[in-house]
């Protein structure tokens, strides 16, 4: 099915409960995975399609090159005899189409878009499209459509079911089992999350109280985003993109209080108390970002810098379960070392070997019932095995030094946990060194939580207001430091897989709920008689996830110089810290960038002629010399790092009769013109500056262009347009246009520069660069064409002629045309009867926009403009206020509102010679310009009457004429198309 479009569901996509541990291509669980709209369905599809693996919350889907794309299509099921279903494949890009599905889920052709092949069901809701019933008749799914007659845009198919009309009890027990499954996934998540903040033996003795203020934190998330999230199926617990900051900082204030000799219970206060206040500082930050609809500026953070901190987050995550695993203290590669004893292998083994088995299992198993399985089974296992050993937990306890298990401790009442924060004995001293971490934990978490809203608006097929949902983690944020709890967000994997159970309520995250306090509220400790390397396993199995992620399967979905700097970001973190190796990846990514900008083209050579239309002989003279005009647009910002490069690439287009060296520039001598030399020696060197003659005896100043594309006329004009050049820097001024303002005086140049803003012109004039400034590209060569033209005229001889003025003109744009064995000059005097001669003034309107097209018109002396009138919305962009500026001093119509303003954007000229108003006029429409008279004109009118008497008169004037004018209208088409083609590439 190659090249045909398919109803059918990825692979590697299938829709299970998976956490949000960074990026995931394959996220846990089978969740929705690097996806931004990750995960499909629960089951197994029957129809396979290429895998898609997509960046975490990417708006842009980053695929493999050689997997096809795909598009979102919305599937609606009608009803239909019993055993088939009619279904419509809806897509805005093409008409409706419709299949036929029989029991077997097989459909007939949709015309020529190929064969549906399988429909998966929502995940959970146990529904097929064969003999089965869908429910309601609107059930709608989006599906996969292989790209080879799609649009460009790129999307993994998806199945997205409507909320099901379920009685309460099938509502009830169906949120029951979705949140178990999640609780299942969470809470083990949770208590090794707690082991990461705390990472520090200091905080040993407090495991118990510490791992429950972790949980009362995942309590007050997931109640937040219940309460006052727009998604009534969110997911939101403490996360992994904070973790590692609070890591630091707890790890931080440790070293620094036990250096000045604080007490235990202000070490332990000193901690608490500031992670409290820095989660709430931060859900003050986010919330406010929010408000001030900021969202967009936090994710300026380069993807490649935030992969190799989720790369970091994975190894730490490792480290962690190891030191859970074994007791010791593994803070880097140092001490690796430690975990080779004999004693720590064995401890290690067992959670290593469960992790990597969860890893490969649940990437071969798609069924969202995989891994909270597998998480249950292990600590049933370990139990059987104490019984068939007849062991008891104490002997495990005691096994291999460190045990299996923790031992058993007196679990504190769960509100034992706050007496711990004890502001008055608090070290604020040691507060100052964390805010640069909490700086950074704010723009990561930002961007995280923006990365996990896209994942989720992607997977919902709907837009989501970013700002929004960014203050909502932001409030909740706040309230968990308001209580002592630690930074959270959307954990997007467990809310995708809740929206697929068809339950588009709150009631799944209050069960989640409901079972996480009640795990509060348990007078045990799990660490007590769960053995330690089931956490190790979570562990473990986080720490292969992400660091294959982003180590090794990146590689696929970035460029290699991003890939280097995920490497480069992972190791600087890892050699320095967390603030110092995020910094520099950021330097190494703004370096990227700019060697990458530099080397791109940030020029493109345009056309050398402009929208006015002239008489026949100014035409043919300005073609002949339009070599002479060399016009350039510059696009982007011009910094020093692509001055010099587009200075070379000006100079390849600069042809010039004589070469002078430096010397001679500063004497003002210049080298005699040298004899040109023969075809056979077009590529011989000058034996001065190793120029490069071509075969028209032209010098060309930087080489580059072949001889074949040389011009045959020198250059006398540089037209360079800055109206799509967002910024220009000093040294760009210096290096790029300071000495291209020499070789234009050096060489005699006429040096015209378009669209350039205030302060560009006040920069450049500050380094002597100086120009003849005009507005539009458009004017620019149109200038330089008049100074041709003006030049020619005074080499001219006027010659005189005894015909009528009407004709005289006429025949200027067109000087053969024949009639049978005749030309137009033998009917002057009956042509001249069909017209009417009409004199306008300065800025007088001749025919405006939307008028009956009744006339064609000659234009026999001046200048006239035909202009589109448009509407121009204010704006309060450079560009918006530029046009504001020439709306305003050309003209402004009495009939505008207050928020638009009508103007005119001039689209062609004409001189004397030049025939308008004839598009229209043929085709029979209303006019769809304004025509104006630039200043004193006499133009010729022939109306439609006349042109009918002509034919019915004369039929051969009036063919002689029509061929004239469709000869006219064919230049001005090509001048209009190239115009479109310079605005569109």
């Not at 996220?27 to 898609?52: D, E, F, K, N, Q």
């Not at 300071?738 to 669209?755: G, S």
């Amino acid at each position: 099915m190659e090249g045909k479009p398919l109803l059918s569901t990825p692979d590697k996509e299938a829709g299970g409960p998976g956490l949000s541990y960074g990026a995931n291509r394959r996220s846990i669980a089978g969740g929705a995975g690097m996806g931004a709209s990750g995960s499909s369905t629960a089951s197994t599809p029957r129809s396979l399609v290429h895998p898609i693996p997509i960046m975490r919350g990417s708006s842009q889907q980053n695929m493999f090159p050689d997997t096809p794309r795909w598009d979102s299509f919305s599937f609606r099921r009608f009803g239909g005899a019993s055993g088939s279903h009619r279904a419509s494949i809806v897509a805005p890009q093409w008409h409706d189409k419709t299949a036929i599905l029989d029991e077997d889920d097989n459909a007939s052709e949709l015309d020529a878009w190929g064969t549906v092949k399988s429909v998966e069901p929502p995940l959970g809701l146990g529904l097929g499209l064969g003999g089965s019933s869908l429910g309601p008749a609107d059930d709608v799914m989006s599906v996969g459509i292989q790209e080879s007659i799609g649009p460009s845009a790129s999307r993994p198919a998806s199945v997205v079911p409507e909320e099901e009309e379920l009685s309460f009890a099938a509502a009830a027990f169906r949120a029951s089992l979705f949140g178990v499954v999640n609780c299942i996934i969470i809470l083990p998540v949770m208590i090794g999350f707690s082991q990461i903040i705390f990472r520090d033996h200091f905080f040993d003795p407090y495991r118990d109280e510490l791992t429950k203020l972790v949980l009362f934190s995942s309590i007050i998330h997931q109640l937040s985003f219940t309460c006052i999230s727009t998604l009534p199926f969110a997911i939101g617990q403490v996360q992994d993109a904070g973790l590692i900051f609070l890591s630091a900082m707890s790890t931080s204030i440790v070293k620094i209080c036990q250096k000045k000799g604080a007490s235990d219970d202000e070490i332990l206060a000193t901690t608490l108390c500031w992670l409290a206040i820095s989660t709430a500082c931060l859900g003050i930050a986010l919330y406010i970002t929010g408000k001030l609809k900021l969202a967009a500026l936090v994710q300026y953070l380069p993807m490649p810098v935030v992969g190799g901190y989720l790369a970091f987050i994975g190894l730490y995550c490792g480290e962690a379960g190891m030191a859970l695993m074994t007791g010791e203290t593994v803070a880097g590669p140092g001490d690796w070392a430690k975990l080779g004893k004999k004693e720590n292998l064995i401890l290690l083994t067992p959670g290593l070997l469960l992790g990597i088995t969860l890893f490969v299992v649940t990437s071969r198993f798609r069924h969202f019932a995989v891994l909270p399985s597998c998480l249950l089974v292990i600590p049933i296992s370990f139990y059987v095995i104490l019984a068939i050993g007849h062991w008891n937990l104490d002997d495990a306890r005691q096994s291999y030094g460190y045990g299996w298990v923790a031992n058993a401790t007196t679990t504190p009442p769960f509100y034992e946990g706050w007496k711990l924060y004890n502001f008055p004995i608090v070290h604020w001293d040691a507060i100052p060194p964390q805010i640069g971490t909490w700086l950074a934990m704010y723009f990561v978490v930002a961007f995280s939580s923006s990365l996990d809203v896209a994942a989720i608006q992607m997977e919902l097929g709907r837009p989501l207001n970013f700002n929004h949902e960014l203050s909502t983690v932001g409030l909740s944020n706040l309230f968990s430091g308001l209580t002592g709890g630690f930074t959270g967000s959307y954990i997007f994997s467990q809310t995708i897989f809740t929206m697929r159970s068809g339950l588009h309520t709150r009631m799944v995250g209050n069960v989640l709920n409901v079972i996480m306090i009640a795990s509060f509220f348990a007078p045990i400790s799990f660490l007590s008689y769960i053995p330690r390397f089931f956490f190790g396993s979570v562990m473990s199995l986080i720490a292969i996830d992400l660091m294959l992620e982003w180590l090794w399967h990146s590689r696929h979905l970035v460029f290699p110089v991003e890939y280097a700097i995920v490497l480069a970001t992972f190791v600087l973190i890892l050699l320095t810290n967390l603030e110092v190796g995020m910094l520099l990846g950021i330097a190494l990514s703004v370096l990227a960038f700019a060697i990458q900008y530099a080397r791109s083209k940030q020029t493109k050579r345009l056309r050398s002629s402009s929208n006015v239309v002239r008489g026949f002989s100014d035409r043919a003279y300005l073609s002949r010399m339009k070599s002479s005009i060399v016009s350039f647009e510059l696009h982007g910002h011009v910094f020093f790092g692509s001055a010099i490069q587009i200075l070379k690439e000006i100079q390849e287009h600069i042809f010039v009769e004589k070469i002078f060296s430096a010397a001679e520039s500063d004497s003002g001598k210049s080298e005699a013109a040298m004899p040109k030399h023969s075809a056979l020696t077009t590529t011989t060197l000058s034996t001065r500056q190793g120029f490069v003659r071509n075969q028209n005896g032209l010098f060309q100043l930087s080489s580059g262009i072949q001889p074949e594309d040389a011009p045959e006329k020198a250059t006398k004009f540089l037209v360079i347009d800055f109206r799509k050049v967002v910024g220009l820097d000093a040294t760009a001024a210096r290096s790029l246009f300071a000495p291209l303002a020499q070789l234009v005086k050096l060489y005699q140049l006429e040096f015209v520069a378009t669209a350039v803003s205030g302060d560009m012109e006040r920069l450049l004039a500050s380094h002597g660069v100086h120009f003849r400034l005009m507005d539009t590209l458009d004017e620019g060569v149109e200038w330089c064409e008049e100074r041709l033209l003006q030049s020619r005229l005074q080499h001219k001889t006027a010659s005189s002629t005894d015909c009528e003025p009407i004709l005289d003109s006429i025949v200027s744009l067109l000087e053969s045309a024949s009639i049978g064995d005749t030309t137009l000059t033998d009917h002057r005097k009956e042509f001249d009867s069909y017209f009417n001669e009409r004199k306008y003034g300065p800025d007088e309107t001749i025919f405006r926009q939307g008028s009956a097209s009744d006339s064609v018109y000659f234009v026999m002396s001046g200048r006239v403009t035909v202009v589109k009138e448009v509407v121009e919305v204010a704006s309060s962009t450079i560009e918006g206020r530029r046009r504001l500026k020439e709306i305003i001093s050309r003209m402004i119509f009495p009939h505008a509102g207050k928020q638009s303003i009508a103007a005119h954007r001039r689209l062609m000229q004409y001189n004397e010679g030049g025939v308008f108003g004839d598009l229209d006029f043929f085709v029979g429409q209303k006019r769809s310009f304004t025509a104006k008279a630039q200043c004193d004109c006499i133009v010729m009118e022939l109306t439609r009457a006349k042109l009918r008497e002509m034919y019915a008169t004369h039929p051969k004037l009036g063919v002689g004429l029509q061929h004239l004018i469709l000869r006219g209208m064919t230049i001005s088409c090509a001048s209009l198309l190239s115009t479109i083609a310079d605005q569109t590439s």
